[in-house]
């Protein structure tokens, strides 16, 4: 049964929230409907920012001291006005909606500790929006023991056999931390996080020139690639573990790149995205023949060209050039989960987080 599904994202990268429609019985999708966003502004940026540097201390994942209550319910009121002005735009009512997929937003990943936290408050979303909602995605995966990331390797494994192309196809993610999703056939599938995505970038733009990103990586450009620090930070543990892994945002805020040009400063933290993805390719099966990039780092045509260089002779293609919505994607993914949420299918796997078992996940709040 195809049921109409609303997804909504928040990434790491904190620009603000996507949402896209899609009908789905929750293995194959149906149609691609509109897909919409709302920014955040400076000040609700700022409280995200505040908000993730105080989840650092969480021991509990319903605690919300400090200013995660106030970020909490900020999260919420930009998901209900991202979905009236979806509705509104695409001249909808909220009984064309079956169910709206909710990720929140992500303040703490520590699946060795078996806790995430997204905030954003479901119920008091369904009740805003008159639609039943979808959440708490991960929760379950890391109880059991997995990563409970990346979740959406069962929404790339859907789009990617519908391009009856050779395998193995490797779907990467660039967000606020990258990751991958390897397709090879019906059988195998494996997802991992790689590396930092835009974090790094994004944090370093805005430290050292007051903006939010690196606008199609025009001024990573111009800048010279310090690849001896991207050697020396490859050596970090984490590159060389196979997958299942997960990162959390906040986790290479450490690495510093000491006195550098602005410009040279973006094109190292730019290629070290690459390399880190690079990187993945000596722990999976095969190599693969085709990437395909999505996420914001899509956009980044300095990056795209970056990885080129370093994954030898596959293809790589911006997701947009096959016809997918590459903002809209992982959006569209946490509406495809919920629909599989609502079925009881699995949405995550022991080769994509480490759970012991496929499991499914996710609770519904009711308006």
Sequence with gaps: MMLTALGLMSGTSLDGVDVALIETDGKQVKAFGPSGYRPYGPAERNLLRQALSEAVH?????ARPGSLGDAER???QAHAEAVAAFLAQNRMRAEDVDI???HGQTVLHRPERRLTVQIGDAPALARAIHIPVMHDFRA???EAGGQGAPLVPVYHRALAHSLEREGPIVVVNIGGVSNITYID????????????GNALLDDFMYRTMNQPFDADGKFAALGKVDEAWIARALELPFFASPPPKSLDRNDFAALRLGEVLPADGAATLTAFTAAA???IIPLLPRRPRSWIVCGGGARNLTMLRMLR???GSASVEAAETLGWASDAIEAQAFGFLAVRGMKGLPLSYPATTGVP??????VIARP
């Design 58 to 62: 969480l021991q509990q994942r319903d």
């Design 74 to 76: 900020a999260v919420t």
């Design 100 to 102: 709206v997929g909710f």
């Design 140 to 142: 379950a995966d890391v």
């Design 185 to 196: 056939g019906n059988d195998a599938l494996i997802a991992c996080d790689t590396g930092p």
């Design 277 to 279: 993805i690079a990187r």
């Design 309 to 311: 260089e370093r994954v």
């Design 357 to 362: 078992m496929p499991m499914t996940g996710g």
